[in-house]
């Protein structure tokens, strides 16, 4: 299963940007029982966490975006968003979505967005 993330991606620095991540119709039926979570490659560097919501709403998020960055979910569209505000240079990279099991990713890495943020 793969999982694969949408979403314009050029914008200035101080701008915002909302990307999503629809799961496919292989595994909606577990779209609510999973956790989720929004990863970031930034080029050169590997892939991290950025923020995650579990199954019951809790959220969490890296240093790096917290106040800046929010995950949430609409279980009817069984989708996942990371609504991006006062993007930083330092954002940029490809964005990743999974479900979390354990907290480690659950399914194979689809397509990531690629989020440029200028200065």
């Known amino acids: 299963v793969q999982l694969q993330a949408s979403g314009v991606g050029l914008v200035q620095a101080g701008g915002s940007l909302r990307i999503s991540c629809k799961a496919p119709?292989?595994?909606?039926?577990?779209?609510?029982?999973?956790?989720w979570g929004w990863y970031r490659q930034a080029p050169g560097k590997q892939r991290e966490l950025v923020a995650s919501i579990t199954n019951n709403g809790i959220l969490s998020s890296a240093d790096s975006v917290k106040g800046r960055f929010t995950i949430s979910k609409d279980s009817a569209r069984k989708t996942v968003y990371l609504q991006m505000n006062s993007l930083k240079p330092e954002d940029t990279g490809v964005y990743f979505c999974?479900?979390?099991?354990?907290?480690?990713?659950?399914?194979?890495w689809g397509r990531g967005t690629l989020v440029t943020v200028s200065s």
């Open positions: 119709r292989t595994i909606t039926s577990v779209f609510n029982s999973n956790d």
């Open positions: 999974n479900a979390l099991r354990g907290g480690t990713p659950s399914y194979d």
